[in-house]
Structure formats: structure tokens, C-alpha cells
T-cell receptor, first 115, second 113 residues
Framework: DGGITQSPKYLFRKEGQNVTLSCEQN?????MYWYRQDPGQGLRLIYY???????QKGDIAEGYSVSREKKESFPLTVTSAQKNPTAFYLC??????????????FGPGTRLTVL | SQQGEEDPQALSIQEGENATMNCSYK?????LQWYRQNSGRGLVHLIL?????REKHSGRLRVTLDTSKKSSSLLITASRAADTASYFC?????????????FGEGTQLTVNP
């Protein structure tokens, strides 16, 4: 089955710790995205990548880091510099910019809680 | 920056009624998309309307786009309890050349059986 997966579903972090959220897709999509969603609110873009080995900051990149070493994978690290990391994190992918339709396909999300 | 703004923030209707949600945006766009999110889940793409289109249908969904007013509406006809979810509009702005979408705050739709 083609799709996009995120792990873990729930993650608990102690203050001061870095944690890495996994995102994998087998849709052969060039573009991948990370969003943060707070309760009752919309999605805010953290980072995005249009191609392997390249990524750009979104609207709220501070305290986060990413890598894109493989087309299929786009892990997000929430660092200790992120002061309020408790949120629902969503990963998405799309065929890529300039390819016509750029609808995004979403993973099931990771809920991160800071203890 | 949140380009899309939906209204109402919340909508509660009875099964069988129609639901209309609106989205306003600020800059010129390539296309506008609507997504659905069930509680605690990822988003699911519903429909995409390009800037040169005025109306589009998909099953019980009807989307309109008015680029002069920078607004769009999503109509769900003959609603069902299973339509209960949050609905988001997302814009593909011309200035970002399709590389990203900007999502609105969403409308929470509740369909009562």
C-alpha cells in the first residue's frame, strides 16, 4: 500500500531533551512538509523540502531541525530550544512544485507532550 | 502567516441539511484546496480549484472561487453524521510557485443525527 507513515503516534519528552519524529513515504513524492497543530487551530508550517538534500524554513522553524538525506524520509527533531513543543505534529508529501497539482497527502500525526 | 481564514469557526446542523463554509485569503493564488480532518487524525484532501475556475463539484461537495473577492466556499449537500470533522482551506500562493500551502484556522462541523 502506498502512503505516508509517522512514528511514534504518542511521544513524551522531558524538558531539555531533544526528540526526533519519523516521517516516511513510499509515494515517490519529491516534496515533504512538517506542520504543527495546536488544539483548535490550523496548521503552521515548520519546514519543507522540495528535493533530496535541500529544505527551507517555514513560518515557525525556530527550535526545530530537519534532514532530507533520502527521498522517502524527512525526520523532524524538536530541540530543547523549542520552548513550547507540546502539540500535534503532521507530516505531508506532494508530487512537487511545478508539477501541476500540489495536493498534499498527510500522515496520521505524532502527538508530542512535554512532561 | 495564516493567509486563509474560514468562517464560521464552528457550525452545527442536522443530518440532511446543507453545510456551507467560507474561506477568505489575501494574496493572488494558483489554486485553493479544501481538506478534512477527523479528530486526532491527519488531513485528507477533498478538492482543488484552480484560479481560472469558478466552480467545481465532487460528489456531495461543491466549491466556488471568487478571485475578485479573494474568497471561496465549500458546500456539503445532504450532510451525514459521518461528515462531522474540521474543514480547512489551503492556498497555493503565486509568490511561492507551488512550493508550499498556507492553511486557514478551519471550521469545525458537527452533523447531528
Amino acid at each position: 500500500d502506498g502512503g505516508i507513515t509517522q512514528s511514534p503516534k504518542y511521544l513524551f519528552r522531558k524538558e531539555g531533551q531533544n526528540v526526533t519524529l519519523s516521517c516516511e513515504q513510499n509515494l515517490n513524492h519529491d516534496a515533504m512538509y512538517w506542520y504543527r497543530q495546536d488544539p483548535g487551530q490550523g496548521l503552521r508550517l515548520i519546514y519543507y523540502s522540495q528535493i533530496v538534500n535541500d529544505f527551507q524554513k517555514g513560518d515557525i522553524a525556530e527550535g526545530y531541525s530537519v534532514s532530507r538525506e533520502k527521498k522517502e524520509s524527512f525526520p523532524l527533531t524538536v530541540t530543547s530550544a523549542q520552548k513550547n513543543p507540546t502539540a500535534f505534529y503532521l507530516c505531508a508529501s506532494s508530487i512537487g512544485a511545478g508539477r501541476g497539482y500540489n495536493e498534499q497527502f498527510f500522515g496520521p500525526g505524532t502527538r508530542l507532550t512535554v512532561l | 502567516s495564516q493567509q486563509g481564514e474560514e468562517d464560521p469557526q464552528a457550525l452545527s446542523i442536522q443530518e440532511g441539511e446543507n453545510a456551507t463554509m467560507n474561506c477568505s485569503y489575501k494574496t493572488s493564488i494558483n489554486n485553493l484546496q479544501w481538506y478534512r480532518q477527523n479528530s486526532g487524525r491527519g488531513l485528507v484532501h477533498l478538492i482543488l480549484i484552480r484560479s481560472n475556475e469558478r466552480e467545481k463539484h465532487s460528489g456531495r461537495l461543491r466549491v466556488t472561487l471568487d478571485t475578485s473577492k479573494k474568497s471561496s466556499s465549500l458546500l456539503i449537500t445532504a450532510s451525514r453524521a459521518a461528515d462531522t470533522a474540521s474543514y480547512f482551506c489551503a492556498t497555493d500562493a503565486e509568490e511561492t510557485s507551488g512550493s508550499r500551502l498556507t492553511f486557514g484556522e478551519g471550521t469545525q462541523l458537527t452533523v447531528n443525527p
